[in-house]
């Protein structure tokens, strides 16, 4: 017996109407900080004259062989970026979660789970990069705003 789920939370202005947009006169800055999957930040309220700043850490580890210190650092650091994209796109658009449980005799007997994102991402800045060990992380910045979402 195979039992399959497939959840989507993709952000879209219709299920975000009721709360994700709001108009003020005020114009001011939000800020939100997510850290991947420890970032605990409620979800911010992009108003009319207002600006949201969502910022990332991505992680990137250089390959064990390469040919200098120098395409390792840079290896390391493209894969950085790269996360700090997928995890704006997520924080932004929302992740696709595809399920499939196998069960026989009433025991699992296989489980896998599948997450996709898919989005543009348009205007990320890198504000801070470190390389310590092996291990890159980019601090990623990305403003939006409303009129961004409001068409």
């Known amino acids: 017996m195979r ?3 497939a959840l989507t939370l993709a952000l879209s202005v219709s299920a975000l109407h009721a709360g994700f947009f709001q108009s003020d006169d005020k114009v001011s800055n939000v800020k ?3 850290s991947g999957t420890e970032g605990h930040c409620v979800e911010p309220v992009l108003k009319s004259g207002k600006e949201l700043v969502i910022t990332v850490l991505g992680q990137g580890v250089a390959p064990s062989v390469t040919a200098s210190p120098a395409q390792a650092y840079a290896l390391a650091k493209r894969a950085a970026i790269a996360d700090g994209y997928r995890q704006i796109a997520e924080r932004v658009r929302g992740v696709q979660v ?4 196998s069960i026989k005799n009433m025991m699992l007997q296989q489980s ?3 997450t996709s994102v898919e989005a543009v991402v348009r205007g990320a800045n ?4 470190t390389f310590k060990e092996g291990l890159c992380e980019v601090e990623m910045e990305i403003a939006l705003s409303y009129t961004q ?3």
């Open 112 to 114: 896998s789970t599948r």
């Open 98 to 101: 595809e399920g499939q449980d």
């Open 3 to 5: 039992i399959s789920a």
């Open 32 to 34: 939100c900080v997510y």
């Open 126 to 129: 890198v504000m801070n990069t």
């Open 149 to 151: 979402f409001a068409q």
